[in-house]
């Protein structure tokens, strides 16, 4: 990691003008024939976002919006239709191990215990074993899974489950992490935990992500940025910055810092028209933190 | 986790109060020893009641021996058999068609299964003709094979290789189709390549399935073996039995009948269900 980013810094040095941002999304336009409904989807239509390095930048909208269609181009897994990713200024064409991804619903082996489930990155790149110790012992630290190295996943809660998620992706020390709602499936109060975690995991490791949600709340509790998307077609509608610094923040604080709430107020105004306009075709989004899974 | 509960209790007792301790120890002990027994036994009675019913059945009759045998005279018959190096010479005979057309339908339907599971459009059209060949069993084949290898060995393999076959291949392609797509995508993510996301991803992903379709092909291999040697002979279980019954050995007739199912039931248990319980036992049964 060290190498990678002198490596980094020495190749920004030269080009000092033009630094490109981590990932640049240029005039993005999706279209699919969705065989369910048979009708032609407008997913996506002109999308411009760029994401620096480790910005934490979350993403709300309307279910439906494209979040997650934006989040499979960006990780690769779908081409769009037009336009075009740049990630470090490199186009982006097909998945990589730069860009890890957690996913909406669990995507852990089952037939791999916690320990191999987050060694795999690393068992993939072929590291030394003794790296790969240590490297799954810090992150079973980071992410409270120490004594459940050698359970299987089936054997785990939900929220140890996508705690292992996390820490499979980041042991493999991708530059980015997309998240697709990675904690739409846990209770209320695992969220919030796994929330902090999420941010001072962030803090510490100075990734850069890509946060899709649909609660405002957490979308405004863990963004350096707040993108908010409108009904489809997904149109970047706003970008907030969010007025507090992401290293000092704690659910305890979100209730009583009028700046952090001012800006749920602001970022909900902005969405509220959208829900209702995608209510009608079954949409919604949640500005509560209890919202269902 | 029981045993070690027990064992806990026990030292915790033991610490306190020597001789009653032991006592105490002795009767957990006792207990587990009962409910084992009673585990394994519990099997055994529904045969015992049926053996029941069988000889209640001929003693309430009394039909000739042509029509039906008791239990004793039928052991006795398998002891002939047994005794004339006879019973194991068939069993041989039977295990090794199977075995032979087992591995073989194992080799074509792995792979075949495998092509055509790893594709959603190409699995998505295979699947009725994989039902149909499903349902229409090997027993059904077994005029047209005569036809085209005679009452031969080749006609023996080929129903067994068959009714191994289709099951293997469907269940198979099933298992590697329904692995969902972000397991794969996840491990692209993590820098795997193809072969890599293969081994990782959808050998032990379709591992359950497998497994499903090896022990129902070798279940419907077990019977298309028997009927093929019913027609064919040359040896074997189908060959004791049916020969017995031109002769009006009504005995060895049962005899064959109860060995096939004994057998199969070893199969199954031992081999089959123990190793598919170690490893789907372990993922879990369901899959996350």
Redesign the interface.
């Known amino acids: 990691m060290t190498q990678a980013n002198s490596n980094g810094s020495t190749i920004r040095a030269s080009t000092v003008e033009s630094e490109p941002p981590t990932i640049a999304i240029k005039s993005l336009n999706h279209v699919y024939f969705d065989y369910q409904s048979k009708k032609t989807v407008h997913a996506l239509k002109d999308v411009e976002l760029e994401i620096q390095p480790s910005e934490l930048v979350t993403v709300v909208g309307p279910s439906g919006c494209g979040k997650t269609t934006l989040l499979n181009i960006i990780?690769g897994?779908i081409k769009p239709t037009e336009g075009q990713i740049l990630v470090n200024g490199r186009p982006v064409n097909?998945?990589?191990?730069d860009?890890?991804?957690v996913?909406q619903?669990?995507?852990?082996?089952?037939?791999r215990t916690v320990y191999r489930n987050i060694a795999?990155?690393l068992e993939?790149?072929k590291v030394a074993k003794e790296e790969i110790e240590r490297r799954v012992r810090r992150l079973t630290e980071l992410t409270g899974l120490e004594g459940f190295e050698n359970h299987?996943?089936?054997?785990l809660s939900g929220g140890m489950?996508q705690r292992v998620a996390v820490a499979?992706?980041w042991a493999?020390d991708?530059e980015i992490i997309l998240m697709d709602e990675p904690f739409a499936a846990v209770d209320a109060m695992t969220r919030q935990t796994l929330q902090e975690e999420l941010l001072s995991l962030t803090v510490r490791t100075g990734k850069t992500v890509f946060f899709i949600t649909h609660s405002v709340e957490e979308a405004v509790f863990l963004g350096d940025r707040v993108i908010a998307l409108s009904a489809r077609p997904g149109r970047v509608k706003a970008d907030i910055t969010v007025p507090v610094s992401r290293a000092n923040r704690s659910w305890r604080e979100m209730s009583k810092n009028d700046a952090l709430q001012e800006c749920v107020e602001d970022v909900l105004e902005l969405v509220r028209g959208e829900a209702t306009a995608s209510d009608r075709s079954g949409g919604a989004v949640s500005a509560d933190r209890t919202h269902e899974a | 986790m029981k045993p070690d509960d027990v064992a806990k209790g026990r030292s915790a007792v033991g610490s306190e109060a020597g001789t009653a301790a032991l006592h105490a120890a002795a009767v957990p002990g006792a207990v587990t020893r009962v409910a084992r027994a009673g585990a394994t036994l519990r099997p055994a009675a529904p045969f015992l009641i049926a053996l029941i019913i069988w000889w209640g059945a001929w003693a309430l009759l009394r039909p000739p021996d042509i029509i039906l045998v008791p239990p004793n005279k039928v052991f006795s018959a398998l002891l002939d058999l047994v005794r004339q190096g006879l019973l194991d010479a068939f069993i041989k005979v039977s295990l090794e068609r199977l075995a032979r057309g087992v591995l073989v339908g194992i080799l074509i339907g792995v792979p075949v299964g495998w092509l055509l599971g790893l594709n959603e459009d190409v699995s998505r059209a295979a699947e009725p003709i994989l039902r149909f060949f499903n349902a229409v069993s090997g027993i059904a084949w077994l005029p047209l094979m005569i036809l085209w290898f005679g009452f031969s060995e080749r006609t023996i393999s080929a129903i067994i290789v068959y009714t191994m076959a289709f099951p293997v291949i469907f269940n198979t392609m099933l298992g590697v189709s329904t692995i969902p797509n972000r397991l794969p995508n996840a491990c692209r993510t993590l820098g795997a390549g193809s072969l890599r996301i293969i081994k990782d991803v959808y050998v032990p992903g379709s591992f359950p399935s497998v497994m499903t379709g090896f022990r129902l092909g070798i279940g419907y291999g077990w019977r298309a073996l028997i009927a093929g040697e019913f027609v064919v002979g040359g040896g074997g279980l189908g060959f004791l039995i049916f020969n017995a019954r031109t002769q009006g050995n009504i005995a060895e007739v049962m005899g064959g009948m109860i060995v096939l199912g004994l057998l199969w039931l070893m199969i199954d248990r031992l081999i089959l269900s123990s190793v598919e319980q170690n490893i789907i036992g372990r993922w879990g049964l369901m899959r996350t």
Do not use: D, S
């Open positions: 990780a897994f097909k998945p990589g191990k860009r890890g991804v996913f619903e669990l995507a852990i082996l089952p037939w795999h990155g993939i790149q299987y996943p089936h054997q489950k499979r992706t493999a991708p």
